[in-house]
């Protein structure tokens, strides 16, 4: 079964290796991935009018309302962008338009295009690179004077000789530490003029296509001289403008927008009683976004009418009604995000495949040092991480990080200068680094 085949419970298991808890925003951004590929399944006159139900997600920060959307998209491979809300304002004023987050992820539909298609030219762009360097490595005399040269060989028969000679050593590394000075060509800069970048158009690239591409000479090792021949042979094996139009096409049905912050711009009048350009115009500029428009881009036009919608907001003191009523029925789905438990802190620490407890694991791991983090240790920190986020600023799993790294901060300075072992990180020896800091109210609020 393909990515984009899965069920909602497969796609809601994916998630579960990443995210703890938090099952009813899994539960809904699933049947939104599903319903895309239902949607390809109806008959095509119905196709247009079946839109997405996009979803704000309701919830303090640090629970999981980023790493879900972010997930989901890598899950499936989909064009991806995260924006903050607060960092538009409404047309006509100084700032970031709306239309920016559009085009921002058709570049990432670019990206996600050029690496699949650099992946099944990858082989056949390594030869070519191979040969290349080979050619190369011929012209500056390498194996010209190798043992057993035979006299009797043609002239073509002792170059084929030595190719494969360079070859071999290529494959066994004897070369790794020569270095060749080898052309490559020099990307023009982007030169964006007068709004030009709101408008998708970059100059540089412009002016960079009608002449020829600029070389320059570099100093490199073997490997990097493959290395560059390999990108510059991919590059020549795949088709920019099929890229293009593939991009476009993913971005338009498969592309995910998570609109963070959703929250800040709720209301439209500030304390003084004047309309805010940063909130009720942001809002009216989202709006068509969302409905569906066509956003003019460097690949060409993109049709946001069937992009994924994921808004995030705290909504500490605005409420979700407080947007303006066709932005709010354009996100028909809510879904609030419940505050993390001790027990929670706890399964985060130990459960996702890419918790804490690994990561820090296998950084100390490279200096030869071997952390063991018992049982009652990762119980201490999660009861940590509950207590201050009571006490001060809930941060959520976000506080983790920093008690992790004030437990482990003496460790990780002197790992390398310790004889290579194991440690225990038990419950005294976490009581013992955060005692200090714990007991003084001040110190915790300035350090953790």
């Known amino acids: 079964m393909r990515k984009e085949e899965l069920t909602p419970s497969q796609i809601v298991m994916e998630l579960d290796k990443y995210i703890i808890g938090q099952a009813n925003a899994k539960k809904s951004v699933a049947i939104a991935l599903r319903n895309r590929f239902r949607r390809k399944n109806v008959a095509a006159e119905l196709q247009d009018d079946i839109i997405p139900k996009n979803i704000i997600m309701i919830g303090p920060t640090g629970v999981g309302k980023t790493?879900?959307?972010?997930r989901l998209a890598k899950l499936v491979n989909a064009p991806f962008v995260k924006v903050e809300a607060t960092k538009f304002t409404e047309v006509g004023y100084v700032g970031r338009d709306v239309d920016s987050i559009i085009r921002d992820l058709t570049e990432n539909a670019v990206s996600l295009v050029r690496a699949e298609r650099m992946e099944i030219v990858s082989k056949k762009a390594k030869k070519n690179a191979e040969a290349r360097l080979i050619n190369l490595l011929m012209m500056k005399g390498y194996a010209k004077d190798m043992e057993e040269s035979d006299e009797m060989l043609t002239q073509n028969e002792e170059n084929a000789r030595r190719r494969k000679y360079i070859r071999r050593l290529l494959a066994s590394g004897d070369l790794d530490r020569e270095t060749l000075e080898i052309e490559v060509d020099e990307t023009p800069g982007s030169v964006m003029i007068g709004g030009m970048d709101d408008m998708g158009v970059d100059l540089g690239n412009i002016f960079g296509n009608m002449m020829p591409p600029k070389k320059r000479k570099r100093i490199v090792t073997v490997p990097e001289a493959l290395r560059v021949f390999t990108q510059e042979e991919s590059q020549k094996l795949i088709d920019m403008e099929e890229v293009s139009a593939e991009a476009v096409e993913k971005a338009e049905q498969m592309g995910i927008v998570f609109l963070d912050e959703i929250d800040k711009i709720a209301g439209s009048e500030n304390r003084s009683g004047n309309v805010d350009v940063s909130r009720g115009g942001v809002q009216r500029d989202i709006l068509p976004l969302v409905e569906g428009v066509t956003v003019n881009t460097k690949y060409g036009p993109v049709k946001t009418d069937h992009i994924l919608f994921?808004?995030?907001?705290a909504f500490h003191i605005a409420k979700p009604s407080d947007?303006?009523?066709?932005?709010?029925?354009?996100?028909?789905?809510?879904?609030e995000l419940d505050s993390l438990t001790v027990d929670d802190y706890r399964r985060i620490l130990v459960e996702p495949q890419n918790s804490l407890l690994k990561q820090y694991g296998e950084l100390l791991k490279a200096d030869g040092v071997y952390v063991e983090f018992s049982d009652d240790g990762v119980a201490a920190m999660a009861e940590l991480a509950d207590r201050i986020n009571e006490e001060a600023?809930?941060?959520g799993a976000r506080r983790l990080h920093t008690i992790m790294e004030k437990v482990l901060e003496e460790l990780l300075f002197s790992a390398p200068d310790l004889a290579r072992g194991a440690v225990k990180i038990d419950k005294d020896y976490v009581e013992r680094r955060m005692g200090t800091i714990i007991r003084d109210e001040d110190l915790t609020k300035y350090i953790l």
């Open 310 to 313: 994921i808004a995030a907001g």
């Open 67 to 70: 790493e879900i959307a972010r």
């Open 323 to 335: 947007l303006m009523p066709e932005l709010q029925g354009r996100f028909p789905i809510r879904v």
């Open 393 to 395: 600023e809930n941060i």
